[in-house]
Structure formats: C-alpha cells, structure tokens
C-alpha cells in the first residue's frame, strides 16, 4: 500500500485560509468516506483534527473543514492562526481493511 | 478521561524480539479497536495494525506481516505488540491509539505518548 501523496509544506498568513491536499487511488480514499486528518507538533503525539471526511472531534475548533472529490480529500484551515502550525497527515481505511497515512504536510505561519 | 500509556520499548539486536504494551484507562476498553502506529526518526507516520475490541479480527500492514503480532487483554484493559525478527528499519517511536467508533475506518481520537524501538548492532 503506497502512502497518499500530500504537498511537503504548506504556508499562509495570519487570517488567510490554507489548503492541503491528499491524493490515493480508488481502493483507499476513492473507496470509502474513511478519510482522517492528524496534526502533529514536535516531540508529541498526532491529534485528530477531522474523521469520516468531514466531522470534527469535540474540541476541535470550527475553523478546519474537511471534504472530498473522487481519490482526492483536502483539509481547509480558515482564519489561519500562530497555534495551527505543525505536521499535518492525512489517512485512509483500505480496501485491504488496513489503514495508510501521507507523507505529511509542514504547515507554517508566516 | 482517556489515558494510554505505551511501555517496553528499549534497544535490540537485529533479529531480536520486544514486547510493547499500552495500558488504557477512561473507556470501555473491550468496546473499542485499537492500532499501532509508527513514525521512524524524522518521517512520517506508519500504519503497523489494528485489533478489533473483542480481539478477535487482526490487520497488518505488509512490511511486518509475520513478524509483529498485535493482541489485547480486555481482563487487563491492555494492548500489546510482540515483536520479533525485528530490522533496522523498524526502528521507531510506537504509538498505540484508540478507534474513535465503533466501526472500522474511523479516526483514532487518543493517543499514548510513544515508545522508542531501536534495532542496531
């Protein structure tokens, strides 16, 4: 199972919204509205910021979106803030029943 | 609240076994899949697998299939992963996490802090 495929670094301005994107195939996020999006900050563990495509854990602020077209899913952070800097992967269930995760995307705050 | 706590990471030989564990606390253990994830020194994050609540359904990503072997003690509200064979390319911090519903493909909402597995000679 190859990694989805996410841009390596990502930037905006204080206020400015940020896309990621996060590319598979059709036996993984084609497949299923299984998609998940993780920040990660040095030295600690991922966070969950979006499940199921879409839905947001409690706590997780309004300002992260997450959607899907076809084999490609994307996270949006609106109004973007110091505090939103980190790694960010995205992942997928499989057709194999397994899981697999992106390379990652450094999301930086100019 | 939710608490997972990885343990029983250390150095190893190429070849050489380890048997990590992740004790849980504030859920309904039982009710819950739980995963192993890995992330290699300055990469990305690994899936490694996945055991369903009851223990009984078990998922392995193909680099460690034959090798690794996830199980859970419902009794002990704990996760294991026996290690075997292990590889320089195993060499990692391992994660366990908790599914966040019921259903397979969902996120892993709770994470434990992480356990260092290095295999050098």
């Known amino acids: 199972q190859s990694a989805l495929t996410q841009p390596a670094s990502v930037s905006g301005s204080p206020g400015q919204s940020i896309t990621i994107s996060c590319t598979g195939t059709?036996?993984?996020?084609?497949?299923?509205?299984?998609v998940s999006w993780y920040r990660q900050n040095p030295g600690k563990a991922p966070k969950l910021m979006i499940y199921?495509?879409?839905n947001r854990p409690s706590g997780i602020s309004n300002r992260f979106s997450g959607s899907k077209s076809g084999n490609t899913a994307s996270l949006t952070i609106s109004g973007l803030q110091a505090e939103d800097e980190g790694d960010y992967y995205c992942?997928?269930?499989?057709?194999?029943?397994?899981?697999?995760f992106g390379l990652g995307t450094k999301v930086t705050v100019l | 609240e939710v608490h997972l706590v990885e343990s029983g990471g250390g150095l190893t030989q190429p070849g050489g076994s380890l048997r990590l564990s992740c004790a849980a606390s504030g859920f309904t253990f039982s009710n819950y899949a739980m995963t192993w994830v890995r992330q290699a020194p300055g990469k990305g994050l690994e899936w490694v697998s996945l055991?369903?609540?009851?223990?009984?359904?078990?998922y392995y990503a193909d680099p460690v299939k034959g090798r690794l072997t996830i199980s859970r003690d419902n009794s002990k509200n704990t996760l294991y992963l026996q290690m075997n064979s292990l590889r320089a390319e195993d060499t990692a911090v391992y994660y366990c996490a908790k599914a966040s519903a019921y259903y397979y493909g969902s996120g892993f909402d709770y994470w434990g802090q992480g356990t260092l597995v290095t295999v050098s000679s």
């Open positions: 059709s036996s993984d996020i084609g497949a299923f509205n299984y």
């Open positions: 199921d495509v879409r």
């Open positions: 055991i369903s609540g009851s223990g009984h359904s078990t």
């Open positions: 992942s997928s269930y499989t057709s194999n029943t397994t899981y697999v």
